[in-house]
């Protein structure tokens, strides 16, 4: 059982960055593909980025290219989300996933296994 663990949320402005990190609990990790997915109050759970095993591979929803850039540290077991140039409308709480699963990484949510627990993003107008 893989185990995430999302930080690094909180209240930022609009026009402002933040970033957000995922701690893996399994030294296989290096074998998972990520993703980042978001839910904002009375909407569904939507992709946000992702990205392959060796990190050749990343995908982003239209909404936040050019703002968020996805990253790992494999030999941290760790997952990046680096977000610039926030608007209220990424306002949400984040998510972190994963699958064990060395291709492209999938942008679905049912493509994913394992996901954490979440951290909230507000971004004040």
């Known amino acids: 059982q893989v185990r995430l663990v999302e930080s690094g949320g909180g209240l930022v402005q609009a026009g402002g960055s933040l970033r957000l990190s995922c701690a893996a609990s399994e030294r296989i990790f290096d074998s998972y593909a990520m993703g980042w997915f978001r839910q904002a109050p009375g909407k569904e759970r939507e992709f946000v980025a992702a990205?392959?095993?060796?990190?050749?591979?990343?995908n982003y929803a239209d909404s936040v290219k050019g703002r968020f850039a996805i990253s790992r540290d494999n030999a941290e077991s760790a997952v990046y989300l680096q977000m610039y140039n926030l608007k209220p409308e990424d306002t949400a709480v984040y998510y972190c996933?994963?699958?064990?699963?060395?291709?492209?990484?999938?942008?679905?949510?049912?493509?994913?296994?394992?996901w954490g627990q979440g951290t909230q993003v507000t971004v004040s107008s």
């Open positions: 996933a994963a699958r064990d699963f060395t291709g492209t990484a999938a942008t679905s949510r049912g493509f994913y296994r394992y």
């Open positions: 990205i392959s095993w060796d990190s050749v591979n990343t």
